[in-house]
Antibody, heavy 120, light 110 residues
Framework: QVQLQQWGAGLLKPSETLSLTCALYGGSFSGYDWSWIRQPPGKGLEWIGKINHSGSTNYNPSLKSRVTISVDTSRNQFSLNLNSVTAADTAVYYC??????????????WGQGTLVTVSS | QSVLTQPPSASGTPGQRVTISCSGSSSNIGSNTVNWYQQLPGTAPKLLIYSNNQRPSGVPDRFSGSKSGTSASLAISGLQSEDEADYYCAAGDDSLKGVVFGGGTKLTVL
């Protein structure tokens, strides 16, 4: 049974760096992409970026200058760093597995979510 | 605002059929498949429909999806109280080289 479990600091001050880690249990890391997605309180979902098992990344252009996603295949973990946070980065952050079928893909497994609040 | 456009709310009574629309452009829905996610209050989104009209194992056949051109729809028949949730459409975007979501539709079962 595939499970994604995530953790990280939930309260940050403006200008600090957000750091979250997501661990995969019960599945293989290779053959999939691994994404971070966020949801501001009461709002919709925003894709942040993704990484594959070999470390190749792709980021949302709106966040690209502040985002780094990395992978540790030995631990089946991937991480998100978002620097210079502001109140606008307050959101629930989710990790998710991106699965591919023929020419399509979808997020078929999600982490439980981590609420990150940015406040002075 | 979100790249894909959904109505903010929808409603229906138990047993009714409701549809939720999702509108995009040639760079996303027009050239990629559409997925739908259901988010119950306080939980992570769950994959409901993938590749326009495919249901993952365990999703009731009351849920169906369709796509035409740059728009897609989610239909829920035989509405039940447990269907009350937020629904999001999503698609790959060739310009973004990533995934875009709709703003979400809050479904209320009256």
């Amino acid at each position: 049974q595939v499970q994604l479990q995530q953790w990280g600091a939930g309260l940050l001050k403006p200008s600090e760096t957000l750091s979250l880690t997501c661990a995969l249990y019960g599945g293989s890391f290779s053959g999939y992409d691994w994404s971070w997605i966020r949801q501001p309180p009461g709002k919709g979902l925003e894709w942040i970026g993704k990484i594959n098992h070999s470390g190749s990344t792709n980021y949302n252009p709106s966040l690209k200058s502040r985002v780094t996603i990395s992978v540790d295949t030995s631990r089946n973990q991937f991480s998100l760093n978002l620097n210079s946070v502001t109140a606008a980065d307050t959101a629930v952050y989710y990790c998710a597995r991106q699965n591919y079928f023929s020419s399509t893909s979808c997020f078929d497994y999600w982490g439980q979510g981590t609420l990150v609040t940015v406040s002075s | 605002q979100s790249v894909l456009t959904q109505p903010p709310s929808a409603s229906g009574t138990p047993g009714q059929r409701v549809t939720i629309s999702c509108s995009g452009s040639s760079s996303n829905i027009g050239s990629n498949t559409v997925n739908w996610y259901q988010q119950l209050p306080g939980t992570a989104p769950k994959l409901l429909i993938y590749s326009n009209n495919q249901r993952p194992s365990g999703v009731p056949d009351r849920f169906s999806g369709s796509k035409s051109g740059t728009s897609a729809s989610l239909a829920i028949s035989g509405l039940q109280s447990e269907d009350e949730a937020d629904y999001y459409c999503a698609a790959g975007d060739d310009s973004l080289k990533g995934v875009v979501f709709g703003g979400g539709t809050k479904l209320t079962v009256l």
